[in-house]
């Protein structure tokens, strides 16, 4: 068994703080020659050490996060879409629905944003210390559908009820069958009233029982879930990706 830790460095080492063991003698040096006292001494290593965790907590939720690339507000060109509710969205970036275990929808065409957005507001979350996951339709779909070959349904379902925000892209972009209909249920009705969705769709509201196998009953569960707290965003306009080609 090893020996209580019992000098400074060993103390240090033992409660992991890396910014205090490296910083805590140029510290003492600068404390003396600008005549710090004990409080201002030890206020300052504690911030340098709060800082350093705050901003690797930051790089681990971006990471876990699976963004595609990392996008930014800053980064959106406004004036593509033609229709689109500029002062909503931003709203948004307050992150409110998050704490609100509320959900928001982007509908729109191919090109228009709705992915640049989404992972603009995952990026955020990160930032404000919100656990985020992106992923599309057909991967949770994918990913379900073995855990259920396995057995492991249940474990593979904490992997999408879990983040504080679950960002679901690219839903209707392609076909599903009635097995990845219901498992896409069990994830959406898992997180009613206890963690955010973000969904974008190529597909209005009225098309969605066509993306679901022509269920109109879970298609109607399933809006009747997504809608009762949500935000809609709709964009309309042309694919900013064949801009070049619209040009001539």
Known sequence: MKNKPQKVEEQIDYLKLRFMGEQYTDFAATAAAKGWGHAEYFERLLQGETDIRW??????????????????????VWNWPKKINQQQVKHLFRLDFIADKANVIMLGGVGLGKT?????????????GYPVLFTTAVDVINTLSAAQNAGQLKNGLKKYLKPSLLILDELGYLPIDKRGADLLFQVISGRYEKGSLLITSNRAYKDWPEIFNNDATLTSAMLDRLLHHADTVVIEGKSYR??????I
């Open 55 to 76: 901003d690797n907590a930051i790089q681990r939720r971006i990471r876990m996060a699976r963004f595609p690339v990392i996008k930014t507000l800053e980064q959106f």
């Open 116 to 128: 640049h957005l989404a992972t603009a507001i995952g990026y955020e979350a990160c930032l404000r």
């Open 242 to 247: 064949m801009k070049e080609q619209v040009d």
